[in-house]
């Protein structure tokens, strides 16, 4: 088990329980603040424009572009050509323009082969995180993965949750696979590819989003034992 050098303890829990509410203000205020960086006037590169964009999205906003890559990706091999490249940025509406995305293609096609590892890019896009937070973030996914085939489905939750307690289960307003579905359509990005299947890379991008709002890693931490039950 993963345990960092000065723990919380029950005093500072206590005073620093996350909730939901927590979770939604946190998400805000990075939108409002990659907003605001985005129109302060100041001088940005490619890539930290892009960056903002997506953060002002939202936790999903890094998670559907790395969808659009996906849909691209016909034979698996995670590398894309300029081409596909500019149309998966281009499918996902950010205000980004043709020379910015060029440019970004340019700095990671360092060989000159004519094309990217699209993983790499995401890595390099999504606001960084210590090697405590991507750990905690693991551990939680693996938990959601019962049977280690490297995505999280319904059937894996349904091992991991019960709904029971869900208002909306309760009223009959939404079943059981609804209510997963729901859940799981958290990560996909909003914007189609709704296919039920989380990967890792997916469900560390949502994090990485989430994170670069707390500034605290015991709070991040503790947010997400709680979360997944750890």
Known sequence: MFIFKHMPNVRWQRRHRPSN??????EANLMNQSLRELSDGAAKDPITRLRLLCLSRGATGILGLGRAFRA?????????????FISGIRDTGLDVTDDEIKQMFNIFD????GSINMTEFLVKLRPAMNQARISIIDQAFN?????????ITIADLKNVYSVKEHPKYQSGEMSEDEILTDFLHNFEGGRGNLDGK????EFINYYATISASIDNDMYFDLMMRQAYRM
């Open 143 to 151: 938990k959601m993965d019962r049977d280690n085939d490297g995505v």
């Open 110 to 113: 360092e060989d000159g082969s």
């Open 21 to 26: 509410g927590d979770m939604y203000t946190l």
């Open 198 to 201: 989380i990967t890792r890379e």
């Open 72 to 84: 691209m990706d016909d034979d698996g091999s995670k590398a894309l050509n300029e081409e596909e």
